[in-house]
Nanobody, 118 residues
Framework: QVQLVESGGGLVQAGGSLRLTCAAS????????MGWYRQTPGKQRELVAA???????NYADFVKDRFTISRDNAENMIFLQMDSLKPEDTAVYYC????????????WGQGTQVTVSS
């Protein structure tokens, strides 16, 4: 199995930046891609950005040119650099790991709260 642990959330003012980190452990060789999702109360969890083992990136339209996903294959970690944060970016951010199914993550972290004040 795979364990994912997020860190780096917090409170920031609008226009500020945060960097999220997700560390993978366990059977890391079965992970084909990793991504960041976010969820607010009463809404479905939505994809923010994803990156494959080969480095191909995919971003949601609402974070393009503001957020950057990257990875450190040697350390089995991914990062989400969030710049120009807006109050509507406030959510719990989850790290997801993909196995053979590249549409729906097979593993999830516990989530980290990001709060952007206006």
């Amino acid at each position: 199995q795979v364990q994912l642990v997020e860190s780096g959330g917090g409170l920031v003012q609008a226009g500020g930046s945060l960097r999220l980190t997700c560390a993978a452990s366990g059977s890391r060789n079965i992970i084909s891609a990793m991504g960041w999702y976010r969820q607010t109360p009463g809404k479905q969890r939505e994809l923010v950005a994803a990156i494959t083992n080969g480095g191909r990136r995919n971003y949601a339209d609402f974070v393009k040119d503001r957020f950057t996903i990257s990875r450190d294959n040697a350390e089995n970690m991914i990062f989400l650099q969030m710049d120009s944060l807006k109050p509507e970016d406030t959510a719990v951010y989850y790290c997801g790991g993909f196995g053979s199914d590249l549409v729906n993550p097979s593993w999830w972290g516990q989530g980290t709260q990001v709060t952007v004040s206006s």
